[in-house]
């Protein structure tokens, strides 16, 4: 396989060690040691030295939700993440990508979105009219919220109406170019779906990004691949706290006790821990869970949910029992996608919310 030297030599360095596999919250559903860092860093190596083909590895390079706990954990500096995704761009150089991966791909290429949807429901599209015309701010969605899981982008918007903000939001949003990241990584096509999202964010004077996922791409991965926004990106949550302070979100408490699960985009990449602790505090009595901020574990998603969902409702079952091992009754995400993925787990004994439904309670 042709990997790049700095590539090669994060895998070979990796997989001598395994001091992050506990932490790996795809490896602690499936109970597979193959699912961790180290094991894909050993098949990835094998790969590479021609004692096993691409096509044999393939299924495992896509078990990594590339939630860099790994990465985070490691002491000698290795990056699960960037050699995973790098193989996943040399798989779809070579046409080596598994077939399940193909069908979420086109989809992201001819939609815009994974799922291959282009129809909203009747709730958001009706809020998109009240919110077509330009305003300084957009209020940036998502595919994941637009499309599967409307409901909390309607309260999304409800929750900045009720603030008397003024802003617009798109009723073609351009893809941010997250979903096509995590699929091929830094594939031409992904940096072209972000170039055309920079232009279109462009527009406005600031946008407030409401997906963690599509944060951290527009934030971060659209540095690193060289697209650049002249719009001043502000995360929802850090746009929520600024309201707060502002006396704006009109705070009053539920009586809700409740821990928050920390988007890893949020706090282990783009270092943002506290905002989120400030606007539930004013509405709830807030406790910690174990492995919060930057430690925290990912608690799945709606995407990688499209292909194993038997384990993404495990990941996301485990993150629950962190919360009701220490006698916890509520959790609160900021996350759209973990926030579908929680709700998906069959239990009654941890009620899951949005920051959105703890404010409009
Ligand atoms: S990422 Fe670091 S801690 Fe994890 S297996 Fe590789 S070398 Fe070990
Ligand atoms: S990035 Fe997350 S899912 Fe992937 S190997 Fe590291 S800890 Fe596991």
Same mark, same amino acid.
């Given at each position: 396989m042709n990997m790049s030297e700095k590539c090669k030599q994060h895998v070979d360095s990796c997989r001598f060690c395994w001091m992050c596999h506990h932490i790996c919250p795809i490896g602690n559903a499936t109970g597979h040691e193959r699912s961790t860092a180290r094991a894909r860093a050993l098949g990835i190596s094998l790969v590479n030295r021609g004692a096993i083909e691409l096509d044999e590895i393939m299924d495992n390079i896509y078990e990594c939700c590339t939630c860099g706990a790994c990465v985070h954990d490691c002491t000698t500096g290795w990056d699960p993440v960037m050699f995973t995704k790098e193989v996943r761009l040399r798989a779809a150089l070579e046409n080596k990508l598994p077939e399940y991966i193909n069908i979420l791909l086109d989809n992201c290429l001819n939609t815009g979105s994974a799922y291959g949807k282009t129809e909203l429901c009747d709730d958001l599209t009706a809020a998109l009219k009240v919110h077509a015309d330009k305003t300084d701010i957009l209020l940036y969605l998502g595919v994941d919220a637009r499309y599967m899981v409307c409901k909390q982008a309607v309260k999304a918007i409800k929750?900045?109406?009720?603030? *008397?903000?003024?802003?617009?939001?798109?009723?073609?949003?351009?893809?941010?170019?997250?979903?096509? *990241?995590?699929?091929?990584?830094?594939?031409?096509e992904t940096k072209e779906q972000m170039t055309a999202c920079a232009k279109a964010l462009d527009e406005f004077k600031t946008v407030v990004v409401y997906d963690p996922n599509d944060a951290k791409a527009i934030k971060q991965t659209f540095k690193e691949y060289g697209v650049e926004t002249k719009a001043e990106i502000i995360t929802y949550t850090a746009f929520l706290a600024k309201l707060h302070d502002e006396g704006k979100l009109r705070a009053k408490s539920t009586g809700k006790t409740v821990v928050f699960q920390d988007p890893y985009q949020l706090s282990r990449d783009l270092g943002e821990t506290e905002e989120a602790r400030k606007v539930i505090s004013a509405f709830a009595e807030l406790h910690e869970m174990l492995l919060n901020r930057a430690e925290t574990v990912w608690a799945g998603n709606i995407l990688m949910a499209e292909y194993l969902?038997?384990?993404?409702?495990?990941?996301?079952?485990?993150?629950?029992?962190?919360?009701?091992? /220490?006698?916890?009754?509520?959790?609160?995400?900021?996350?759209?996608?973990?926030?579908?993925?929680?709700?998906?787990?069959?239990?009654?004994?941890i009620?899951?919310?949005?920051?959105? *439904?703890? /404010?409009?309670d």
């Open positions: 929750v900045l109406e009720d603030a *008397d903000v003024k802003f617009t939001v798109l009723e073609n949003e351009p893809a941010s170019g997250a979903q096509l *990241d995590f699929l091929i990584g830094a594939a031409n969902p038997e384990v993404i409702n495990e990941v996301s079952a485990r993150r629950l029992y962190n919360a009701e091992s /220490i006698g916890e009754t509520a959790v609160v995400t900021a996350c759209v996608s973990e926030y579908a993925a929680l709700k998906n787990v069959e239990q009654n004994e009620e899951i919310l949005s920051i959105e *439904d703890l /404010i409009l």
